[in-house]
């Protein structure tokens, strides 16, 4: 018996090893959507979790992420896609993944258990009362993890801990708890299943949110968008027509003229001199729908 639901044996798991492929296919998908559905109840907590953490970016803090193994991973696959969808730079999305860079090609569990390793990785990093640390662990008491949380509340940061076990020691510790009710795997333990789908499921929701309240995102386009290749100047140019209904070849030129910025060309191929797009930007702290505002009245 144990105490931990994600460890314990799965109600369907009787004779899995014997099922026909696409049984098991199918019982492996439905234990995936149901933990894609749980996430809806924790609504409210990623919500409160985004608004902590973009308000950390905008005071000139970071949004850290922590954890070990799978729930490490789903943390780094959230965290290294903020530069390309949002334009957040990585030195404010910093990653704190238990045993660093040699672990992303062998995961070993070890590196979890390592108190020196947190507390080494948490003090390079020199967290601040600025900061907010998202934690993850399917358990709640990855020691790894655990001690990051520990050290941040140390230096005065808020801490968001995601973890799939109610009442664990990350839930109870975090500032911002956030519990996914996924339950058993159909492979008992296996918290890389619905565990950690929930899991990326909350932090997509979490970020996307962010990017929002940072005005990265208007009306459905990714504005925070530098485009520096083909394809970005290509989805730019798409984008600054879409916003400003200017012409394709304004679109570019008002790119050109940005640097290849997004939020300036939209209100530069809006009418805006390179100038005048810069300061209403900064007035309506990058957010565009405002700025469009003002660039319309002062015209």
Partial sequence: MTDRPTEARHPAAEGLHVLPGAELLRL?????AAAVAVVERAFPAIGAAADAASEALLAGGRMVYAGAGSSGLM?????????GTFGIPPDRTPMLFAGGAGALLHLTGAVEDDPALAQADAAALGLTAKDVVICLSASGSTPYTLLVAEAA?????????IANVPGSALLRLADLPVWLETGPEIVAGSTRLGAATAQKVALNLMSVLVGIRLGHV?????????ADNAKL??????????ISGAAPETARAALEASGGAVKPAVLIAAGATPEAAATALQDTRGHLGPALARIGRDQ
């Fill in 28 to 32: 492996a998908l439905d234990g995936h």
């Fill in 153 to 161: 509340q140390a230096a005065g940061a808020k801490v968001v801990g």
């Fill in 233 to 242: 100047i290509e989805r730019a140019a798409r984008i600054v027509a879409g």
């Fill in 75 to 83: 943390a780094l696959a959230d965290c290294l896609e903020l530069l």
């Fill in 218 to 226: 208007h009306d459905g386009y990714m504005v925070n968008l530098v």
